[in-house]
């Protein structure tokens, strides 16, 4: 009786091992899958398919510079402008607001995240990029218009409207992790600096130097997320694989790209390219998350397992 | 210094607001009756609908939680109850990195192990993409729920002579119902969003299907597809598509939340 019920409990431990590994093995299995799809691929244009800026389905020559610069550069813009706000609110939700206020503001800062990207793509075509372009691009083309950053006619679909839907929808994630690392951090020495005759200013700064690391990977898993979004950035990128200094421009990024072309990829060396361009956004994608979870777990380790995100 | 910070946040919700608003303002004037129990018409027919896409939405999160549910819950209970040794850490690793993965990659997954060797586009593909995206989430809320479970608990089960499997299932499991449910719920709201994976999955379909061995409409596709069209008709109905699926996705979020609150308070 007894020995049964012990072997009971290894199959059972067995099974849910099985299921944990079937999850986990999926990551692996999609890198073989990917990167037996893209041999054809990668045997034309070798490693050069990273630095190559020629993107042409009809002569079959295929590069992936276009598509990085605009990833790139669409979620630096919304890292630009989602990181400030976002610890602006972690700070608030931490030091300032009370009990009451705080729950209740951190709630609707996370809806932001439950809208799906199909729908911020939808506001972005309709609303934001015609208030964009009606109004906000061509003051700043008026007082910035000698830069080369702020050249064109701007339509309102283009890399700078790409990077500020990429901002709101960030915001949750980055606020999120970093409400969370300074949650974290010892009160003793802000306090302390309080006693002290600190203002609150320095007291905030302290915690926000204790807690400097788990911010940063909270701004680098902003980044994860704004370089893997797929739908809002296809809707408003204007899709066309060109490198331009003007931020106005149309671009496309390596996610929406993909989301395009990949059913109408005709010829079999067309499609191995687009996903050897997923190859790389899965590695891209890979490395920071790895390298955000790092540094988040070094500051809430004392908290137990469990990051958010 | 709290007026700043209380500024940011006030810009936070107000991005919230307008979004939200401007969905149910003109969501609103296309939504009728009708627009949810009848099919799609042509272009300039009136009476045009979305049930299909409804019923495929519907159709299409049924087989990721057929399949990613008891994936995901089981995989959770081992990173719980055996997970704290270096299998489980590697594990963990592994799934926190699926949950990172952008979801047009799964899309691009799916194709390969599923649609090219069937041979067509399917609600099958579909679900099966949808429930990759779900494992990890529901795995990773899975394993948190039943770290919140009392030792003493486990240990009165053993005492009692209960194997470990009766424990884990009959007493922890079921202790941790609440909040394994929860994580489900939230998964299928983020599941009902997703668009990108469907693309080249379950794609679309004009007609009410209920073969999952055939291509299948889903409210984000339709959504996709409207708005990129040049015709007023067809965005206006993309907006009241819109304010059904947003509609469902935050009823689900807020009763989640108010549920919790109810538990832990």
């Given at each position: 009786?007894?020995?049964?019920?012990?072997?009971?409990?290894?199959?059972?431990?067995?099974?849910?091992?099985?299921?944990?590994?079937?999850?986990?093995?999926?990551?692996?299995?999609?890198?073989?899958?990917?990167?037996?799809?893209?041999?054809?691929?990668?045997?034309?244009?070798?490693?050069?398919?990273?630095?190559?800026?020629?993107?042409?389905?009809?002569?079959?020559?295929?590069?992936?510079?276009?598509?990085?610069?605009?990833?790139?550069?669409?979620?630096?813009?919304?890292?630009?402008?989602?990181?400030?706000?976002?610890?602006?609110?972690?700070?608030?939700?931490?030091?300032?607001?009370?009990?009451?206020?705080?729950?209740?503001?951190?709630?609707?800062?996370?809806?932001?995240?439950?809208?799906?990207?199909?729908?911020?793509?939808?506001?972005?075509?309709?609303?934001?990029?015609?208030?964009?372009?009606?109004?906000?691009?061509?003051?700043?083309?008026?007082?910035?218009?000698?830069?080369?950053?702020?050249?064109?006619?701007?339509?309102?679909?283009?890399?700078?409207?790409?990077?500020?839907?990429?901002?709101?929808?960030?915001?949750?994630?980055?606020?999120?992790?970093?409400?969370?690392?300074?949650?974290?951090?010892?009160?003793?020495?802000?306090?302390?600096?309080?006693?002290?005759?600190?203002?609150?200013?320095?007291?905030?700064?302290?915690?926000?130097?204790?807690?400097?690391?788990?911010?940063?990977?909270?701004?680098?898993?902003?980044?994860?997320?704004?370089?893997?979004?797929?739908?809002?950035?296809?809707?408003?990128?204007?899709?066309?694989?060109?490198?331009?200094?003007?931020?106005?421009?149309?671009?496309?990024?390596?996610?929406?790209?993909?989301?395009?072309?990949?059913?109408?990829?005709?010829?079999?060396?067309?499609?191995?390219?687009?996903?050897?361009?997923?190859?790389?956004?899965?590695?891209?994608?890979?490395?920071?998350?790895?390298?955000?979870?790092?540094?988040?777990?070094?500051?809430?380790?004392?908290?137990?397992?469990?990051?958010?995100? | 210094?709290?007026?700043?910070?209380g500024l940011f946040s006030v810009l936070a919700i107000c991005a919230l607001l307008l979004i939200?608003?401007?969905?149910?303002?003109?969501?609103?004037?296309?939504?009728?009756?009708?627009?949810?129990?009848?099919?799609?018409k042509p272009i300039g027919e009136p009476g045009s609908g979305i049930a299909n896409a409804i019923?495929?939405?519907?159709?299409?999160?049924?087989?990721?939680?057929?399949?990613?549910?008891?994936?995901?819950?089981?995989?959770?209970?081992?990173?719980?109850?055996?997970?704290?040794?270096?299998?489980?850490?590697?594990?963990?690793?592994?799934?926190?990195?699926?949950?990172?993965?952008?979801?047009?990659?799964?899309?691009?997954?799916?194709?390969?192990?599923?649609?090219?060797?069937?041979?067509?586009?399917?609600?099958?593909?579909?679900g099966v993409s949808l429930a990759i995206i779900m494992m990890p989430i529901v795995a990773r809320?899975?394993?948190?729920?039943?770290?919140?479970?009392?030792?003493?608990?486990?240990?009165?089960?053993?005492?009692?002579?209960?194997?470990?499997?009766?424990?884990?299932?009959?007493?922890?499991?079921?202790?941790?119902?609440?909040?394994?449910?929860?994580?489900?719920?939230?998964?299928?709201?983020?599941?009902?969003?997703?668009?990108?994976?469907?693309?080249?999955?379950?794609?679309?379909?004009?007609?009410?299907?209920?073969?999952?061995?055939?291509?299948?409409?889903?409210?984000?596709?339709?959504?996709?597809?409207?708005?990129?069209?040049?015709?007023?008709?067809?965005?206006?109905?993309?907006?009241?598509?819109?304010?059904?699926?947003?509609?469902?996705?935050?009823?689900?979020?807020?009763?989640?939340?108010?549920?919790?609150?109810?538990?832990?308070?």
């Amino acid at each position: 009786m007894k020995r049964r019920g012990r072997l009971a409990d290894q199959v059972f431990k067995l099974i849910t091992l099985l299921f944990a590994l079937a999850i986990a093995g999926l990551v692996v299995l999609m890198i073989v899958e990917m990167a037996r799809d893209s041999s054809l691929s990668f045997e034309k244009f070798g490693a050069s398919f990273i630095w190559r800026e020629v993107w042409d389905p009809v002569r079959e020559e295929f590069g992936a510079l276009p598509f990085i610069y605009g990833s790139a550069v669409s979620s630096i813009i919304g890292l630009i402008i989602a990181v400030p706000v976002s610890i602006g609110v972690s700070v608030f939700l931490v030091e300032h607001a009370p009990r009451s206020l705080s729950t209740p503001i951190s709630f609707l800062v996370q809806l932001l995240a439950a809208i799906p990207s199909v729908v911020y793509g939808l506001w972005g075509i309709f609303v934001l990029a015609p208030l964009l372009r009606d109004t906000v691009y061509p003051r700043i083309q008026s007082a910035f218009g000698f830069l080369p950053l702020f050249k064109g006619t701007p339509n309102g679909l283009g890399l700078m409207t790409a990077g500020i839907i990429l901002s709101i929808m960030i915001i949750p994630i980055v606020t999120a992790v970093a409400t969370d690392v300074m949650r974290a951090v010892s009160r003793t020495q802000p306090e302390a600096a309080l006693a002290l005759g600190a203002t609150k200013w320095e007291a905030t700064w302290i915690v926000i130097q204790n807690a400097r690391s788990g911010i940063t990977g909270a701004v680098i898993l902003g980044l994860g997320r704004a370089i893997g979004e797929t739908m809002a950035v296809t809707m408003v990128i204007g899709n066309r694989p060109q490198i331009s200094a003007s931020l106005f421009d149309p671009s496309f990024t390596i996610a929406s790209a993909i989301a395009n072309e990949f059913t109408e990829a005709t010829s079999e060396i067309y499609r191995h390219a687009l996903v050897e361009l997923g190859l790389i956004l899965f590695v891209i994608t890979f490395v920071i998350n790895a390298f955000a979870r790092l540094l988040v777990w070094g500051v809430t380790r004392g908290e137990g397992k469990g990051a958010h995100a | 210094m709290t007026l700043i910070t209380g500024l940011f946040s006030v810009l936070a919700i107000c991005a919230l607001l307008l979004i939200l608003g401007y969905i149910a303002l003109t969501g609103a004037r296309a939504l009728t009756i009708g627009f949810l129990v009848n099919m799609p018409k042509p272009i300039g027919e009136p009476g045009s609908g979305i049930a299909n896409a409804i019923a495929g939405t519907l159709i299409l999160i049924s087989i990721a939680s057929v399949i990613g549910l008891p994936v995901g819950i089981l995989g959770g209970l081992y990173l719980a109850e055996f997970g704290s040794n270096r299998l489980g850490n590697i594990l963990r690793f592994l799934i926190d990195t699926l949950t990172g993965v952008p979801s047009i990659i799964v899309g691009v997954f799916a194709w390969t192990v599923m649609v090219r060797p069937m041979g067509h586009f399917s609600a099958l593909a579909g679900g099966v993409s949808l429930a990759i995206i779900m494992m990890p989430i529901v795995a990773r809320t899975t394993e948190e729920m039943i770290r919140l479970v009392p030792q003493s608990m486990r240990e009165a089960a053993l005492a009692l002579g209960a194997p470990v499997w009766r424990m884990s299932l009959g007493v922890v499991l079921r202790a941790a119902a609440g909040g394994v449910a929860t994580g489900a719920m939230l998964a299928i709201a983020r599941i009902a969003g997703e668009t990108a994976p469907l693309l080249f999955t379950a794609l679309s379909y004009n007609y009410m299907s209920t073969d999952l061995n055939q291509p299948i409409a889903s409210l984000t596709y339709q959504i996709y597809y409207y708005a990129q069209s040049p015709y007023d008709e067809w965005h206006a109905m993309a907006w009241a598509a819109t304010l059904v699926l947003v509609t469902m996705i935050l009823a689900i979020n807020i009763s989640v939340k108010i549920l919790t609150r109810q538990r832990y308070q």
